[in-house]
């Protein structure tokens, strides 16, 4: 079946470090979402990908799609306590509606 | 102000005993999904309505029903509760035909006793 893999699981960073999380298609995407869960929260959308190449910036996130349309990356620079959470990608194939998630990336800000 | 609402919050039942979680939305959309979450995984999409269309997640169980009685209201009804069912439930909306976006509620974390 059509899968999303996200890499890595977890990632322990110092504050002011960056933090990257990546995820693979194993299908052509129609448009790609990511979504950031905070602990004991419930996931919420970031920003949507939609074309071949496509890089935006939200202040200090940096969210890419890959030329096939196959993978995509986000970017935190400077991570800051606030960042802490799960991040979630989330493919939609071209034949389908229905999102496929990742599994998600938790975020933690080492003390 | 909150788009997609979820009743109760917090809802403890006894193994076996029928529970039903609601979910209702101001946003208008033709999609209501359901998805079980357990601690550090990934939602795992149970079910979802589009429009009054029901499309079942072919490794759901049995044990788990839903409804969705008009465009606002979905209901999750889980017939025999197990201990193995205790997690945060999530309903989450998206309008298929626009920007497909999910907007969740805050979900309802079940505990079984």
């Known amino acids: 079946g059509q899968q999303v893999m996200q890499i890595p699981q977890y990632q322990h960073v110092q504050e002011g470090e960056d933090f990257t999380t990546y995820c693979n298609s194993s299908?052509?995407?129609?448009?790609i979402q990511w979504y950031k869960q905070r602990p004991g929260g419930h996931p919420v959308f970031l920003i949507q990908?939609?074309?071949s190449g496509e890089v935006k910036k939200q202040k200090r996130l940096t969210f890419q799609f890959g030329e096939a349309k196959k993978n995509s990356s986000l970017h935190i620079t400077a991570t800051q306590t606030t960042d802490v959470g799960t991040y979630f990608c989330?493919?939609?194939?071209?034949?389908?509606?229905?999102?496929?998630w990742g599994a998600g990336t938790k975020l933690i800000i080492k003390p | 102000d909150a788009m997609v609402i979820q009743n109760p919050r917090y809802q403890v039942t006894q193994f076996g005993k029928p529970v039903t979680l609601s979910c209702s939305q101001t946003?208008?959309?033709?999609?209501m999904y359901w998805y079980q979450q357990k601690s550090s995984q990934a939602p795992k999409l149970l079910f979802h309505?589009?429009?009054?269309?029901?499309?079942n997640e072919a490794d759901t169980p049995d044990n788990f029903q839903s409804r969705r009685p008009n465009t606002s209201f979905c209901f999750l009804d889980i017939r025999s509760p197990g201990l193995g069912d205790a997690a945060m439930y999530l309903c989450?909306?998206?309008?298929?035909?626009?920007?497909?976006?999910?907007?969740f509620g805050a979900g309802t974390r079940l505990s079984v006793l």
């Open positions: 989450a909306t998206s309008r298929v035909g626009g920007h497909n976006i999910q907007y």
């Open positions: 946003l208008n959309h033709n999609v």
């Open positions: 309505y589009y429009d009054k269309d029901f499309n």
């Open positions: 299908t052509t995407l129609s448009n």
């Open positions: 990908l939609v074309k």
């Open positions: 989330a493919g939609q194939p071209d034949s389908n509606y229905q999102l496929i």
